[in-house]
């Protein structure tokens, strides 16, 4: 992707209109409505479908109206943002329909993670508009109030680059820099697409990932097919954010670092581990497909230009 393509979405200002949508999962409608709530106290104007609530085994509605509710919010002008309400499964239903394209004319911002990862880097790698990793409409009442205050201003400051986001616990498996487009996100959604036409793009990129719920056998396993795919080796950089829950029901079993420094040191690019993204409360934003710097030895992700327009 050349550094000329790559689109903005417009700022998340206050009394901005926000597309509800649930792609994925069905979910609980407290958690739904405490979301939703928060979103107006900040002053935005969030709207769904009435069907938005159905359910059909473990998805939120059928595959039909989950399409219609993605077209739906994509064709409506006056937009300016179309947010996930929570993953779990659903959307790699869909990729085959789903239609990203007027996004190049008409970009707005994509938020999700999980589940959506695959849509959210759809979306950066064919129509070169960034997208957003970060807290769904479910995952804001448990998201820690420091994560969406900076959420909010990376997402409304359009005319410089937002602040650095820290590690300040993270640990270098690897030492180094690099420069190179955000992208990644859940490692069990990646590993999923490989093989087909939505499989991840990381060549020249700062390479993210996470997971929740996976035993360590199993994250090892995620790992190694990445490995045997190429995708850790052609990266920039990589990323590792939070594996909540990754233990074994035990407490034993092989730690999740031990895993990641087996598979990543020697790969001769930055790798920095610990960085607070993913499914703990801590939960920042990665816009995917923006340009930033990985600084090991300053545990940092610096932004090289504003991530909104």
């Not at 969030?46 to 509710?69: K, M, N, Q, S, V």
């Not at 410089?160 to 270098?172: Q, T, Y």
């Not at 960085?275 to 995917?288: Q, R, S, T």
Request: net charge positive.
């Amino acid at each position: 992707m050349s550094d000329t393509l790559i689109t903005r979405p417009p700022a998340l200002e206050p009394g901005a209109r926000i597309a509800v949508i649930a792609p994925s999962s069905c979910f609980p409608r407290d958690a739904f409505d405490a979301g939703v709530a928060w979103l107006r106290s900040r002053g935005f104007s969030p709207w769904w479908r009435d069907d938005i609530f159905e359910r059909r085994h473990y998805t939120a509605g059928d595959r039909a109206r989950r399409l219609r509710e993605w077209n739906e919010a994509l064709a409506d002008p006056s937009t300016r943002a179309i947010w996930c309400v929570r993953g779990g499964y659903g959307v790699m239903q869909l990729l085959r329909e789903l239609e990203v394209s007027p996004l190049r004319t008409a970009p707005r911002m994509v938020i999700g993670g999980s589940d959506i990862t695959p849509l959210l880097n759809m979306v950066a790698e064919r129509v070169h508009v960034v997208t957003v990793h970060g807290p769904m409409i479910c995952g804001i009442p448990r998201t820690h109030r420091s994560s969406l205050e900076r959420m909010l201003t990376i997402l409304g400051e359009p005319t410089c680059p937002p602040p650095d986001l820290v590690a300040d616990h993270g640990r270098i498996i690897a030492p180094g820099r690099a420069r190179g487009r955000l992208c990644g996100g859940n490692l069990s959604m990646i590993a999923a697409t490989l093989g087909t036409p939505y499989a991840l793009e990381t060549r020249g990129r700062i390479l993210c990932l996470e997971d929740v719920g996976e035993r360590p056998y199993r994250i090892d396993r995620l790992v190694e097919q990445l490995m045997l795919a190429g995708l850790p080796q052609r990266a920039a950089g990589i990323v590792l954010g939070e594996f909540t829950r990754c233990t074994e029901a035990d407490g034993r079993g092989r730690a999740i670092e031990e895993i990641m420094e087996e598979h990543f040191r020697s790969l001769k690019i930055p790798v920095l581990s610990g960085f607070p993204f993913g499914h703990g409360h801590i939960n920042e934003i990665l816009p995917i497909g923006a340009p930033v710097e990985l600084d090991t030895d300053r545990r940092r992700i610096r932004f090289l230009g504003p991530v909104v327009a």
